[in-house]
């Protein structure tokens, strides 16, 4: 068995997210722990509390929420709704309760979607104390008039948000950033694809030298891209050359692309180089239809350059926010390929550069072997790219401008710089 | 009945061009100043009077013009062409002339169209001498061999060009220019729908405090604006922002819009904007296509940023320079629309200015009572704009290029730009 | 007979191309000399010579070939293959030959196109030493087994690469470029109609007084620009405002536009404004589609404003490189058409400068007598051209740019030009 093959790294990330499935999620409290201890043990990220109350800019950490259990239990005593069964039950952030209600009275605490009657929904109520259940619309329409016990065993008090983080250093201080969030109970897609293959670009970052250094974070989505935002604000504008936040990475339907705030970072330009390469069809959103912590990171005053490359973009598929966002919903496939997207566009940062060519006129590639003998159409391609990279390699275009230029993959030309490099036709400018 | 409804300002302004339509106006004399002393009863503009013979950059104020009386009569002694009936009869500036004359030398001195039988078209001569009349095809044909008294009772001496102006002072000195020309006998859109649309303009902007200066002519078109701007360039080409000449709003059908020189001006960006949430399938055409006192405006060496907001433009109508530009061709609720259109512009600039968001990240709109705690679709709609405008609100855009930018009407922007204000969220940069 | 008519024109091309064909040109070789020295009957170029080995950027000159005779004899002794009956059946720079080969081993040195049994292709090996014979499919296709003579009677050593050059002196040191190549055999549009084009505008631009001074050249291909240009590129760099590459000029398909590297020169400009008047329907190439000497003269380092505009563009042809390329393929009117544009070009640069109107405002036309007394449509047209041009010619616009803007000919803007400057309306600013 290829231990590293795509097969492999695929199914690595799948079961990644099986294991981080079940857990109970939320902006605070001990899922994010335990869900940030499981990947602890592939990659060595630090964990780090701020305590509630902490001001972060416009911002203060909430409150830690935690839940033990929480069920409604009709008059027979079968619990017809049961937290045990799944997480997505309880409204987010619900104070603690245990009485009887009339289900009229339990009606206004329901949430369920009429248009999708076999989708538990997904609600949260952060930062306005209430209570609710969440169920199919199925189930909600099967309750029967009486008393119902409402019961939620949770504690909302004074605690700390967590969040992960991983500095790995390279030959430059100048840093591509990568943010992915953990926030979320039982969600494949719309949460776990992303932790799973920022896990997974962390490792294969860790396994060699590199020229930038990377600044990869777990965090609760919103509040927690603030609070580290708050913490890490003035070294991450001197130093981030380009940023990628990683959500929804895990089904295999067309993928998306959010742009920064004006579209016109190195993020935006190795994004939408390497998916018009890779990806074609791709769906271009407007920052104006943003919905991730790219609302923070791009804001006036933090100005980072992060961008998003998805498949199913949140808030766009039915799935989205329900239990339809589950396991099936994704694949090994889905992910391996997402992965290899964003790596593919970390190399390519890693290798831009301005080029040069070292002489007026065109190079004497016959002379240097670099000429077909015997010409074939492949190597009449190589020929022709070669000869185009080198007419654009002028000292004013990186390699991505080249890429634009030519229309040929950066992948496809970093063989040709290794071989114009060694005959020392090209060099790297400033 | 509700005074200031938009009913009655429509019929005001409809009742003023009433009011004006019979008098017989040309580039100098007694008609424009009998006009402008109408208009003087409405709003306090000041009369000016310019001596013939003053050189006026490349030209020369030309003799005034003034008649009596004209008409042609028949040997049977009716006056088959009567001055009285249509000041179009007689072309304007002709020279004085009583005599006897055939038929066929009168045919030399008969302008018609051929294709519009029942219109008498427009037509002067201002700077070559001569005499004419104009008349409809349908009374040409009828007229019979014979002799005609043709008399004009018309001088042509050293007099003066007279313009009216008003200056209303705001709490800067930069200035919002509005010129619009008095020079045409009895047409109603194409010219008096633009004395009435700006005096109404002036009464609203008289009302109340402004931001800007504002700097109003009525002036004959071409030899007036050229001499009003030999008299005030400097002053203009220092404090004008953005000017607009208002010509052809009387009647219903589509909005034209003509853009400066270059279309790059505030006056264009702010018209643009307006006009595409307003009208938006408005025509707009090129500066090649101008004919009105933008040529010189916006000519080089004067360089001010003037554009047009018209309905049917000047030349582009079938009814444009005939007696078929009449009080049926105009309606006032065609007249309030464009005052509407052009007091939205002025307001838009009297509010636009780049605007910056006071914190780093979103800002917590919840805890400020700026977050719906009912979801409806109107406030979530709400909040977006709010945070779209946020997010644009960075310093670099000024309120147009926010609205340009998301998508939202400057007037949905003022209300949202008043609670962020008033919360502190936001401030002007300059 | 109208000696200077554009029959004559074409006709006096399409001769000089008839006195070019036979001769087996090369990049080195008396070909070209012997080509050179017919050009020099008609226009005084002075002709240079480099020898083999001099260095010229990354390339070296190559030993000199020439030819004399060559055949492949059959055992009945016949010549199947005959030199003297076209100059296109011996591979370009083959080493001398002499022997008997059998069918088997022939084949390997012969060529031809399968797709187009009647075309000998056009085949050259100026930089690896072999010999071939290129001949038709069909007489490939008759070729018997047996035994076969082959002789090429040729010599490589060294002697020099030869070029012409003319240089006509203007009022101004700033250089208008030519450059057409010499070097190819029997070829009439893909070669010999780009010298004889380029000999014709070289014999008008001696007529008369230039305001530029003028570079023309005659070199072989590729080796040649990168010789002339090694050898004058300080000044070519320092005075060359805008350069042409005459190429393909013979046929009488559609227009082809081939630009420099960016694309944003002074001779696309001048270009791109004559051909959108003269022949809108052209094939717009990308440099990518490059071919011919733009490859040196655009280079970066070189960074020459030089461009194509041509027929059919090398490449892109069926008879490209083939024996069907002939003196069929071409036409002394498409010839003439292309001169013509070519001139048009250089008359525009001649005329391009920034103008100034005199004034303010728009000129009054009239008391000059611009304007039309009488007035017709031709008349309309030239006054409404005439102030077109007076609105952009603001001193940031050159004459290309206006033309650009208000969509006339500059051709048609020359006698407006011309009128307005005699009446003091323009001037011309730096």
């Known amino acids: 068995m290829q231990q590293h093959g795509d097969d492999y790294m695929g199914y690595k990330m799948y079961q990644l997210i099986k294991a981080l499935y079940p857990i109970c999620r939320s902006i605070t409290g001990n899922g994010v722990r335990e869900s940030l201890k499981i990947i602890q043990q592939i990659i060595p990220i ?16 909430p ?21 045990q069964k799944s997480n997505l039950h309880v ?15 339990l009606q206004a605490h329901l949430y369920s979607i009429e248009d999708m009657p076999d989708a538990i929904p997904y609600v949260t109520s952060y930062y306005s104390e209430r209570w609710g259940f969440c169920l199919t619309q199925n189930k909600r329409n099967q309750l029967q008039d009486g008393k119902y016990q409402v019961v939620i065993d949770s504690n909302l008090m004074d605690g700390s948000l967590t969040y992960g983080e991983i500095i790995i250093a390279g030959s430059l201080e100048k840093e591509i950033f990568l943010s992915t969030y953990i926030c979320h109970p039982s969600m494949a897609n719309n949460e776990l694809s992303g932790p799973a293959v920022t896990t997974l670009l962390v490792d294969w970052l860790l396994k060699e030298k590199r020229k930038y250094t990377y600044r990869i974070v777990f965090i609760p989505e919103t509040i927690g891209s603030l609070t580290y935002l708050s913490k ?11 940023g990628f936040n990683v959500t929804c990475v895990g089904d295999n339907r067309a993928y998306s692309f959010m742009p920064s705030r004006y579209g016109n970072t190195l993020a935006d330009k190795v994004a939408l180089n390497i998916m018009k ?21 791009c804001s006036p005053g933090a100005d980072l350059p992060v961008v998003s490359i998805m498949r199913s973009k949140y808030g766009e598929y039915p799935e989205y926010h329900t239990s339809l966002d589950n396991m099936e919903f994704i694949t090994p496939e889905a992910l391996y390929d997402s992965y290899a997207l964003l790596r593919s566009c970390i190399e390519a ?3 831009n550069a301005k080029y040069k060519v070292a002489c007026i006129g ?3 590639l016959g002379k240097r072997g ?32 080249i890429s634009n230029i030519i229309g040929i993959p950066i992948e496809a030309l970093l063989p040709i710089i290794e071989k114009l490099a060694a005959n020392n036709l090209i060099e790297c400018v400033d």
Chains 1, 2, 3 share one sequence.
């Open 232 to 242: 890490n604000l003035e070294t991450m504008k001197r130093n981030i050359i380009a």
């Open 91 to 105: 409204v987010g952030y619900s104070t603690p309760v245990d009485k009887y209600v009339s289900l009229e009275e």
């Open 349 to 351: 940062i890693e290798n």
């Open 46 to 61: 630090n964990i780090f509390e701020v305590p509630s109350g902490t001001k972060v800019f416009d911002w203060t950490v």
């Open 370 to 401: 670099l000429y077909p003998n015997l010409s074939t159409k492949e190597s009449g391609y190589m020929v022709r790219d070669m000869m185009n990279f080198l007419t654009y390699a002028d000292g004013t275009n990186d390699l991505i401008d």
């Open 277 to 297: 390469h890779r990806c074609p069809s791709f769906n271009k959103y407007s920052f104006l239809q943003r919905g991730s912590d790219e609302r923070q990171y």
């Open 63 to 83: 409150k830690e929420w935690n839940i033990r259990d929480a069920f409604i239990m009709n008059e027979a005593g079968i619990k017809v709704i049961d937290f």
């Open 362 to 364: 065109e190079p004497q």
